[in-house]
């Protein structure tokens, strides 16, 4: 398999090095913020790739096996499907993967308020949506090119991250006043 930490490793090193050389040329406090918040999230982002994407199974006897014995993670196109059984039977492992689902996308929302004040709420929720249609999407055709569902789109997994999203955006408008105040947001271009 394939594991995470190759794209943890590549897209980290992109922005450090894109946002570093950044930095090097125009040396100021708004400068190593915004070079910072950027870092930051590639660093983010190159997780979220690596936790939603990662490790990719390519060994044959493995795909075969999966196959063989329909192993695999079914599809879900029905909103909230699962989740109520969820909490009538105490199953609480899928409640856990809700909220992981629902945490892995706040700092999404934050981030992108923070690195781009100008756009409205609703784009930020939007781009968070749009993300993670691409994630369960990419899920999806990866299965389908194995055969077998290693990952599996799940419509809960979107609804959930753009939850987290909205949160991360909350959360924002609830500190930008502090963020403003302790010079923490970056000025407008």
């Given at each position: 398999m394939i594991n995470g930490n190759v794209p943890v490793i590549l897209i980290s090193t992109i922005f450090i090095i894109v946002f570093g050389i950044k930095f090097l040329r125009n040396r100021n406090k708004e400068s190593l913020?915004?070079?910072?918040?950027?870092?930051?999230?590639g660093i983010y982002l190159s997780f979220v790739v690596s936790y939603t994407l990662f490790p990719?199974?390519?060994?044959?006897e493995l795909k075969e096996l999966m196959i063989d014995e329909n192993l695999g993670v079914?599809?879900?196109?029905?909103?909230?499907?699962?989740?109520?059984?969820?909490?009538q039977t105490g199953y609480y492992?899928?409640?856990v993967l809700i909220a992981l689902n629902i945490l892995l996308f706040i700092p999404f929302g934050f981030a992108l308020s923070v690195l781009f004040e100008r756009l409205k709420k609703s784009s930020v929720v939007l781009l968070g949506f749009i993300t993670s249609l691409i994630i369960e999407s990419l899920q999806?055709?990866?299965?389908?090119?194995?055969g077998y569902n290693y990952r599996s789109f799940d419509?809960?997994?979107?609804?959930?991250?753009?939850?987290g999203t909205i949160i991360g955006v909350l959360i924002f408008s609830l500190l930008r006043r502090y963020l403003k105040?302790?010079?923490?947001l970056l000025s407008r271009d």
């Open positions: 913020l915004r070079s910072f918040y950027y870092i930051l999230f990719l199974p390519y060994q044959k079914p599809n879900n196109l029905i909103p909230f499907a699962g989740i109520m059984e969820s909490v492992q899928d409640l999806f055709t990866y299965s389908q090119y194995l419509v809960n997994d979107l609804i959930m991250n753009t939850l105040e302790q010079n923490l």
